[in-house]
């Protein structure tokens, strides 16, 4: 349906990168406490754990989600009709424009936007209408934050008709790291009531949200709860992206189409998987806002490793775009157009040919941002790349080693013999 530029990235990072910031996983491990859970599920004396569990989530996860999202939005939560499991947030993405999306509904994405929710809007036979984060960069040249890419609430008002069946929000966003702050989020929840819209609300960062900045529930504004599904992944809660083990929350009137599109194509889930997932989650409810709980620790290390990578593309020229949350973190690359050779007949964007030239060249692979646009406005956003930091590491010797290499001039150094680079 709509090219992907995945394959050819990741193509061309396997061939020629020594460091990949470019996929978004961490190559750090799980967390002991959650594969230690998994072991003893599976070496454990409850031989049924390797057998079918309910097959729209196993009893002891559903439980502890409804009661971790009791706490979060502040009231009931049913585990068995208001939460179901999936394989991974992506087969949760794709239940939701299944069961809500019928022929000819329009569908509000917001750009840039995690690629898959465009064809699969158009799988559901839906029409995707897309409305811009527009950047204000700031006045006085300090670098740009990811709150500065806002929407235009008149912009965003036009793109409602009857014709609207859903808006999706992923916030914190990915590529951007933009956390929608509460006005953001009560303009969309405004439009939404007014017009009778369904929200997506695509959360799988939730808890990766730097500088003391909080996560809002869009469910949790007035009127929202009824008309909004929530998408959540353990694989980006827990670190364990392999475990595909995601989840929906929300209204029963709305999860029992989900349910229906669940049990005709996937049906069931690993029950091992969920099982650990369901004793992670049993530990941080007990931990639930204090220093050891894994979501306080786990957003401290990664907002130290995206200021290394910050301090480190400042320094070689690029205008690093200082996320709120995630682990993406796109930079401006405008200072490199001089480097990077055109090609004679191609209509390729800029963004495109400085990834491949980076990577063939440099050793180092990102993701250009105009892969994250609708064709329609792809072409005024080439001046972007996207890296991905959980992957950045530090050297004892205080140099900056975000693994990567000699970008511009001099300014970072590759050493060959094990793949670390740092900054004069």
């Known amino acids: ?37 998994f072991t003893r599920a599976l070496g454990g004396g409850n031989h049924m754990l390797h057998q079918y569990t309910r097959a729209f989530g196993h009893p002891p996860l559903v439980k502890v989600l409804a009661q971790f999202f009791e706490k979060l939005l502040g009231r009931d939560v049913d585990p068995m009709t208001n939460v179901m499991v999936t394989v991974g947030a992506y087969q949760a993405l794709f239940c939701c424009f299944q069961a809500l999306v019928d022929e000819g509904d329009e569908v509000i994405i917001i750009e840039p936007f995690f690629d898959c929710y465009e064809p699969m809007v158009k799988m559901a036979g839906g029409t995707p209408v897309f409305v811009p984060l527009r950047p204000n960069p700031p006045k006085d040249g300090k670098l740009m934050s990811s709150a500065d890419w806002q929407l235009d609430p008149a912009e965003l008002a036009s793109k409602f008709s009857e014709r609207t069946k859903a808006i999706v929000l992923n916030s914190p966003n990915n590529p951007l790291g933009k956390v929608f702050s509460r006005g953001e ?94 004793q992670g989650f049993q530990r941080e409810l007990m931990l639930y806002g204090k220093p050891e709980s894994y979501f306080v620790q786990l957003p401290k290390e990664l907002q130290q490793k995206r200021d290394w990578l910050v301090q480190s593309l400042d320094g070689v020229g690029m205008k690093p775009i200082i996320p709120e949350g995630t682990y993406f973190l796109v930079a401006d690359i405008s200072q490199f157009k001089s480097d990077v050779p055109e090609v004679p007949n191609s209509d390729e964007p800029y963004d495109y040919r400085f990834a491949k030239w980076m990577v063939k060249n440099k050793g180092l692979a990102a993701i250009p941002l105009s892969a994250f646009y609708s064709e329609a406005h ?28 000699a970008v511009k001039g001099n300014g970072i150094w590759l050493r060959p013999t094990d793949q670390t680079c740092g900054i004069f």
């Open 378 to 405: 792809k072409n005024n956003y080439t001046n972007f790349i996207r890296f991905c930091f959980a992957k950045v590491r530090y050297m004892a010797n205080r140099t900056f080693v975000p693994t990567m290499a």
């Open 1 to 37: 349906i709509v090219h992907h530029p995945w394959v050819e990235f990741v193509k061309l990072a396997a061939t020629y990168s020594k460091v990949n910031l470019g996929q978004g996983f961490p190559d750090f491990p799980a967390p002991d406490f959650l594969t230690e859970a």
């Open 185 to 278: 989020l009560g303009l969309i929840a405004e439009l939404c009531v007014k017009h009778d819209v369904l929200c997506i609300s695509d959360e799988v960062y939730e808890w990766l949200v730097y500088d003391g900045k909080q996560h809002i529930r869009i469910a949790s504004l007035q009127g929202m709860w009824d008309r909004t599904v929530i998408i959540g992944s353990a694989g980006k809660t827990f670190s364990a992206t392999g475990w595909k083990v995601g989840w929906v929350v929300g209204p029963n009137r709305l999860l029992q189409h989900l349910r229906t599109v669940h049990q005709n194509s996937v049906y069931h889930c690993a029950t091992i998987a969920q099982e650990a997932v369901a």
